[in-house]
């Protein structure tokens, strides 16, 4: 089970932090990552990490403004959103699934219940 935390009503250019805590699973053997939908669009992937929190990958738009890591000690992956825009605006999900770094929504066999991060102008 993954519980995603963090959202909310943010200025632009301001941050955030998301959390997504793990439970029932092995959590350290699974990659985990990050998708968002944003109303009237597709779900799209965000970032990723592998297992062991070695390797990253991001999607373009994001790319030097978020960072996702993870604490396997405490079995939670974070994504912290820096310089967010009014384009972050999304519901953003927390996933789990035994990829390495996967960008198809289907590598992920686990989603947590998502979390609003709303960026206005």
């Known amino acids: 089970q993954l519980q995603a935390s963090g959202g909310g009503l943010v200025q632009a250019g301001g941050s955030l932090r998301l959390s997504c805590a793990a439970s029932?699973?092995?959590?350290?053997?699974?990659?985990m990552g990050w998708f968002r939908q944003a109303p009237g669009k597709e779900r799209e992937f965000v970032a990723a990490i592998t297992w062991s929190g070695t390797s990253t990958d991001y999607e373009d738009s994001v790319k030097g403004r978020f960072t996702v890591s993870r604490d396997n000690a405490k079995r939670t992956v974070y994504l912290q959103m820096n310089s967010l825009k009014p384009e972050d605006t999304a519901i953003y999900y927390c996933v789990a699934g035994t990829v390495g770094l996967g960008r198809r929504s289907d590598e992920y066999a686990y989603w947590g219940q998502g979390t609003l991060v709303t960026v206005s102008s």
């Open positions: 029932g699973r092995t959590f350290s053997i699974y990659g």
